[in-house]
């Protein structure tokens, strides 16, 4: 089935950092890949998606994008903030109408 | 447009009861799903609902029920609570309509279920 491997947090940075959180796949095919945020407190909400290989997501400053050679869906944000602390989920389609959630990763980002 | 909305936010309840969580999905959308997340075992999904049909089963007891109305909206049952049904439950919903497998999923904020 489809998975991911995502990199384990927690990840600290200060304020204005660059931000990368690496995100590798195994999938037959090419699925339909998310990445979902979770503040404190709050439920999920999707961050960006891509659809397809060599398409690019973006939101709010982070992108990324699905690199078929690679099999990779790494999120990058130029300049980080406090508000951006929350934990990142990379999400593939399995195809079963359910997302699956690997552990995520969390970011503290400090003043 | 509204988004998910879930009731109640917070709940205590004591071993061996039955709770009812409810879920409103976004006006149009038709499937609602059920997730499960607990520090020790992360975001797990239970059930999803299609046109008041479950379409999609986790690995979860028969404790675990759901049931989605014709208006869409959708609950989810758990009867003999133990201790490790401590979780925030969360729904999604999404457009989910025949022939497509993962659209978009909007989440509601949970429904914190405390065993006592």
């Known amino acids: 089935g489809n998975s991911v491997t995502q990199m384990e947090g927690p990840v600290t940075l200060s304020e204005e950092a660059f931000l990368t959180i690496n995100c590798t796949y195994t999938?037959?095919?090419?699925?339909?890949l998310f990445w979902y945020v979770q503040y404190p407190g709050e439920g999920l909400q999707l961050l960006l998606k891509a659809t397809k290989a060599d398409d690019k997501g973006s939101n709010k400053g982070f992108e990324a994008t699905y690199r078929k050679e690679t099999t990779s869906f790494h999120l990058e944000k130029g300049s980080v903030q406090v508000s951006d602390s929350a934990v990142y989920f990379c999400?593939?389609?399995?195809?079963?109408?359910?997302?699956?959630f690997g552990s995520g990763t969390r970011l503290q980002v400090q003043p | 447009k509204a988004g998910v909305t879930q009731t109640p936010r917070y709940l205590i309840k004591t071993r061996g009861q039955q709770v009812t969580l409810s879920c409103s999905p976004i006006s149009g959308h038709r499937s609602v799903s059920w997730y499960q997340q607990t520090p020790g075992q992360g975001l797990q999904f239970l059930f999803e609902?299609?046109?008041?049909?479950?379409?999609n089963k986790g690995n979860f007891p028969g404790r675990f029920s759901g049931r989605q109305f014709s208006n869409s909206r959708s609950e989810m049952n758990v009867s003999t609570l133990e201790l490790g049904d401590s979780a925030l439950y969360l729904c999604?919903?999404?457009?989910?309509?025949?022939?497509?497998?993962?659209?978009?999923?909007?989440f509601g904020q949970g429904t914190r279920l405390t065993v006592v």
């Open positions: 999400v593939p389609d399995t195809g079963r109408r359910a997302l699956t």
């Open positions: 999604a919903s999404s457009l989910g309509g025949t022939g497509l497998t993962n659209t978009e999923a909007f």
């Open positions: 609902y299609f046109s008041e049909t479950q379409r």
């Open positions: 999938a037959t095919g090419y699925p339909s």
